[in-house]
């Protein structure tokens, strides 16, 4: 299916990268790949030292709420050992043109959860929202990873901005613990897009990038998480007919 609502024609690109021989390019790709090595090698240093962390409990009586009302933290655990959460930003009352981008970005990246499940761990989404006005976003956009709103859950917020990842692992006795949180660029592991793009010629193409003079770039005042006025995702789902981008109301 194409979208109609995202570029349709290519890139414009005033210059592209110098042409070389086979040989060159990969003498210049094998040079480059020593730097790769090195930052792969640094990020398993990263995440042994992640492994490593203390934790802190997360108190019994903490509770979100989903599609069964309010129910422990626990059980949004799914039975597994580990649970990973995402905290969705909501503007309340907002419609749905002005929730947040960032976050609709980061959930839509969710993909299946079969390889998480088969290593114990359960991935869902918190929103800052009440469930009640929500879900039906989540809903709309066809989201498969649970939601739940932590709205009233002040032990899981700590103090923090919506917009992180948070990491929980529970014991055999019911308790709850927190092993690691991120934010911002943090939250850009589940962005597997950013991963992409990254490899290609042109990158993001995102102003803030060290890129040649004269690679293409975002058009001034377009932000990189929206579309025609609404976050990027919205369009899927209005191209696929659900929803007229005109309708009242809050899509």
Do not use: N
């Amino acid at each position: 299916m194409t979208s109609r609502r995202l570029p349709l024609e290519p890139v414009l690109a005033r210059v592209l990268p110098p042409i070389a021989d086979r040989g060159t390019w990969q003498s210049e790709l094998d040079t480059l790949l020593i730097r790769e090595k090195a930052h792969t090698r640094e990020g398993d240093a990263i995440a042994a030292a992640r492994r490593r962390l203390p934790m802190v409990a997360v108190p019994a009586t903490t509770t979100v709420v989903g599609a069964a009302g309010e129910i422990p933290i626990l059980d949004a655990f799914e039975g597994r050992r580990m649970l990973i959460a995402y905290f969705h930003m909501w503007h309340d009352g907002q419609p749905w043109p002005d929730q947040c981008e960032g976050c609709t970005f980061c959930a839509s990246q969710m993909q299946r959860p079969e390889y998480l499940h088969s290593r114990d761990i359960t991935l869902a989404i918190f929103s800052e929202g009440t469930y009640e006005e929500s879900s039906p976003y989540a809903e709309f956009l066809g989201h498969i990873t649970p939601w739940y709103s932590a709205r009233e859950s002040p032990e899981l917020i700590a103090g923090r901005h919506f917009g992180f990842h948070a990491c929980y692992l529970r014991d055999d006795d019911g308790g709850v613990y927190e092993t690691y949180w991120t934010t911002g660029r943090g939250a850009e592991t589940q962005l597997w897009s950013y991963g992409l793009m990254d490899l290609t010629a042109f990158g993001r193409q995102e102003p803030w990038e060290d890129s040649p003079d004269g690679w293409p770039r975002l058009p001034r005042g377009q932000h990189q998480w929206r579309t025609d006025g609404r976050p990027t995702a919205h369009w899927a789902v209005i191209d696929a007919g659900s929803v007229s981008p005109e309708a009242p109301g809050r899509p």
